[in-house]
Structures are given as C-alpha cells and as structure tokens.
C-alpha cells in the first residue's frame, strides 16, 4: 500500500501516517506470534503512540533505510520483529 503524495512534505508525511496507523492496527491484529511487520515511513513524521504500540507488541522496533534509498530522501522504514502473543 502506499498513501497518494501530493509533494507537499507535511501532506505527505501525514498521509503515510495515518496509513502505518491503520496498517499497524491490522498487523497487531491479525499477525501470528513470531510475525514481522514492516512499513514506510518519512523521518519527522513517526507517531508517538505507533512505535509504543508497536514496541509493546513486537519483541524488536528498529528504523532501516535501505541503500537504493536516495541520500536526500527522508523516507525510513519501520521494521517490527518477533510479534507477541
């Protein structure tokens, strides 16, 4: 999934917000013990409450930003390991 982007940097910052909100509710909801969520995120635009709840539902939260990611970009990815039963 990914949100529509419009180039405006807090539109879209929110838009991809609130589309890891929804998608962290579904994977808490319905991943199997031991699962892995992973999503896209802009640094500057991380949730509070969304790394605590994932913190509190996955053994592991890290940030990654892989290599084929532009130096310039301020994209990040969330990666959550080790779901809780």
Do not use: C
């Amino acid at each position: 999934m990914a949100a529509n982007t419009t180039g405006h940097a807090r539109t879209d910052q929110i838009r991809t917000g609130a589309l890891a909100d929804a998608a962290a509710d579904f994977a808490l909801e319905h991943l199997a013990p031991g699962g892995t969520f992973v999503t896209k995120a802009f640094q500057g635009g991380l949730e509070t409450h969304l790394l605590t709840r994932l913190k509190q539902g996955f053994a592991t939260v890290k940030h990654a930003k892989p290599p084929a990611s532009r130096a310039e970009s301020s994209e990040v990815y969330v990666v959550a390991l080790g779901r809780k039963s």
